[in-house]
Nanobody, 124 residues
């Protein structure tokens, strides 16, 4: 079993930055494919950015490319999302998700482990 705890969400003005963290505990972190999904009110949960255990493979949604960066520190069992140049349309609950996968996949059901979510609100 893997437990995920997100932190770092909050209210920020458009153009600002936030850094989200997801701390994992339980089974071996270094083998996890892990990343971030988000869900805005009335919308489906969507993949934002994901990274494999080695860091060699990453995924970024087109809407965040060039603005968001995912990184992981296997020694600290933590994955980070650096979100820059935030836009009001980035407003959502951001969820950390993880699974023992050989590659990244954007399908939420492929990830058995989820955090509780952290709210990100970007004001215009």
């Amino acid at each position: 079993q893997v437990q995920l705890v997100e932190s770092g969400g909050g209210l920020v003005q458009a153009g600002g930055s936030l850094r989200l963290s997801c701390a994992a505990s339980g089974r071996t972190f270094s083998s996890l494919t892990i990343g971030w999904f988000r869900q805005a009110p009335g919308k489906e949960r969507e993949a934002v950015t994901l990274i494999t255990w080695s860091g060699r493979n990453t995924y970024y949604a087109d809407s965040v490319k060039g603005r968001f960066t995912i990184s992981r520190d296997n020694a600290k069992n933590t994955v980070y999302l650096q979100a820059n140049s935030l836009k009001p349309e980035d407003t959502a609950v951001y969820y950390c998700a993880a699974g023992y996968l050989s590659t990244v996949t954007t399908i939420p059901n492929h990830y058995p482990y989820w955090g509780q979510g952290t709210q990100v609100t970007v004001s215009s």
